[in-house]
């Protein structure tokens, strides 16, 4: 089954002209971090958006720069720009209607021009009449006939963008807009291999890899075919402790990062198994994606450095948080050699058939009682009785349990439940919930 290619355009422009703010208002929810700060985005972010009945994919990009000094990685964003041009069907050239023509927009005019594409050149930031008037005369010696004001804070010329932008884009069969079966996001702490495990998995260069900490700093999308079941794959900005989280741009990349969690249906925690441990943060990822009733599993990134004494030490880590780790399905893979990763999807694939599973009522329901007469619980002196549970259809298994007491049934009794579930069924890299019903 092939993944539908919608047609593609792109917001380009130097750094910090407002193109991420544009591209959120233009798909109407917060992807892009926006912070004015230059060349914050790196990896380029996609959405599939529709405007009369026409789809197409909204691509917002780096800023290019063109100075001889730029460092490797802002090298990296201007050659990802430039490879989205071979397949842009439109492109929206975005400048800063207030700073005037610079330098560089004549740059990337020149480069727009030799593509003979069409394009439509946004005067952004176009909030004061006056301001445009004394720049207007600047922007038209950039050589595109289609000028559109456009300001992000005040909704100026948005739908007249995306209006003049259908009917730019070629003619083609109609579409409708495929939604993923399931989605994943990658997460863990910055340098252990989160970029390189999207790219094995999507099976293209798309997440920007650096050794440089904090490369990733957008959660940044794909979609792949999978067996049948189309994914989406999401790589995040790496997380560390609160302590030593730097600034405020830091501080947005870890909600995008959260973000992508509560939006996924399933996690990915990767860990350096080099390192030799798992650290306090990395323990506190796992139990948040836990706690917040998320599948997941954990994965053991770069084996192919792993030394003998880091290997004893990680295994003393893993016997120590056994009580957690058992819960979740964890595997050994390398990036480098790419040994084991071709089983990530197959294992994920697991959890999610797990978390729909059937629960034989009758027979769920004396193992769990039978289980109960023999270990049981009290409260207060107070014997708990659990007289039915019920399995109910939910995205995770999901319970009810009909109790003499339910303000008596907290986490404690709920974990002892749920650790005789697991006992008798195989809920590997599955939450459970409860609900309480008196009887």
Not at 181 to 207: C, E, T, W, Y
Not at 322 to 337: A, G
Not at 368 to 384: C, D, N, Q, V
Request: net charge neutral; glycine share 4%.
């Amino acid at each position: 089954m092939k993944k539908i290619n919608y047609p593609k355009v792109l917001l380009v422009g130097r750094t910090n002209v407002g193109k991420s703010t544009l591209f959120n208002r233009f798909i109407n929810q917060k992807k892009s971090i926006v912070f004015d700060q230059d060349g914050v985005t790196r990896d380029y972010i996609e959405e599939v958006i529709t405007r009369h009945d026409k789809p197409f994919a909204l691509i917002d990009t780096g800023g290019m720069q063109f100075r001889k000094n730029i460092d490797a990685i802002d090298a990296l964003v201007f050659e990802k720009v430039t490879q989205l041009f071979d397949d842009a069907k439109v492109i929206l050239f975005v400048v800063d209607a207030k700073a005037g023509v610079t330098q560089e927009d004549r740059q990337i005019a020149r480069r727009l021009h030799k593509l003979g594409k069409p394009v439509l050149l946004l005067l952004n930031k176009a909030d004061s009449s006056n301001l445009l008037r004394e720049n207007e005369g600047e922007f038209a010696a950039l050589g595109f006939k289609e000028i559109i004001r456009t300001s992000a804070l005040h909704g100026i010329g948005l739908m007249e963008t995306l209006d003049r932008t259908i009917e730019l884009l070629p003619v083609i069969a109609p579409q409708e807009v495929v939604r993923p079966n399931f989605q994943v996001a990658i997460i863990g702490k910055p340098n252990v291999g989160k970029s390189s495990l999207m790219n094995l998995l999507i099976h293209q260069d798309r997440s920007i890899v650096s050794d440089v900490a904090g490369t990733t700093r957008e959660a940044v999308s794909e979609t792949i075919y999978h067996l049948s079941d189309l994914v989406q794959v999401t790589d995040t900005a790496g997380i560390r402790r609160k302590a030593r989280v730097e600034d405020d741009l830091e501080t947005l990349m870890v909600k995008s990062s959260l973000q992508s969690v509560r939006e996924a249906d399933i996690a990915i925690l990767v860990i350096d198994a080099s390192a030799g441990q798992i650290s306090d943060q990395e323990l506190k990822l796992l139990f948040l994606v836990y706690e917040s009733k998320k599948p997941i599993m954990v994965v053991f990134n770069k084996t192919d450095l792993v030394t003998d004494y880091s290997e004893t030490m990680l295994a003393q880590e893993q016997e120590q948080y056994d009580f957690i780790l058992k819960k979740v399905p964890c595997i050994s893979i390398s990036c480098m050699t790419k040994k084991n990763v071709g089983k990530i999807l197959n294992h994920i694939q697991k959890v999610l058939e797990r978390c729909k599973q059937d629960f034989p009522a009758t027979q769920m329901d004396e193992l769990i009682k039978h289980e109960l007469e023999t270990r049981p619980m009290f409260h207060s002196g107070f014997r708990l009785k659990l007289f039915k549970i019920r399995h109910i259809d939910a995205k995770i298994p999901t319970f009810v349990l009909h109790v003499n007491h339910p303000n008596w049934f907290g986490a404690t009794q709920f974990g002892c439940i749920e650790n005789l579930l697991r006992k008798h069924y195989d809920l590997k890299g599955c939450p459970v919930e409860f609900y309480t019903q008196k009887v």
